[in-house]
């Protein structure tokens, strides 16, 4: 009788033990423990989370203090970054573009 249900799944039907078999599958391909936010997100964005966060602070110094912080070369090409769009000015601070 187990065998014998079946599952609507994406127009097709697939008996109940097939159908978990896929599952058990995708479940394989999937990582053990999911990528860290910090190491997901653009750095350009975490960057101005960061000074947004702790104003006082430089944003290498804030980021530094992650338990696996970003590479020092990226945070420094990302500062730039945004400086030349505008969003720091010249001392890392938030511009009015970079409050919106």
Same mark, same amino acid.
């Not at 990528?35 to 750095?43: A, C, I, K, S, T």
């Given at each position: 009788?187990?065998a014998?249900?079946?599952?609507?799944?994406?127009?097709?039907?697939?008996?109940?033990?097939?159908?978990?078999?896929?599952?058990?599958?995708?479940k394989?391909?999937?990582?053990?423990?999911q990528?860290p936010?910090?190491?997901?997100v %653009? =750095? &350009?964005?975490?960057?101005?989370? $960061?000074k947004? @966060?702790?104003?006082s602070? /430089? #944003?290498?110094e804030?980021?530094?203090?992650?338990?696996?912080? %970003? =590479? &020092?070369?990226?945070?420094?090409? $990302?500062?730039? @970054?945004?400086?030349?769009? /505008? #969003?720091?000015?010249?001392?890392?601070r938030?511009?009015?573009?970079?409050?919106r």
């Amino acid at each position: 009788m187990f065998a014998l249900t079946s599952v609507r799944l994406l127009g097709t039907s697939l008996t109940r033990a097939e159908f978990f078999w896929c599952i058990q599958e995708r479940k394989t391909l999937l990582d053990d423990f999911q990528r860290p936010e910090l190491l997901r997100v %653009p =750095l &350009e964005d975490l960057c101005l989370q $960061a000074k947004l @966060l702790s104003p006082s602070e /430089s #944003v290498s110094e804030f980021l530094r203090k992650a338990p696996e912080p %970003p =590479l &020092e070369k990226a945070v420094e090409n $990302a500062i730039d @970054l945004l400086r030349r769009i /505008s #969003v720091f000015d010249a001392e890392e601070r938030v511009t009015t573009l970079g409050q919106r």
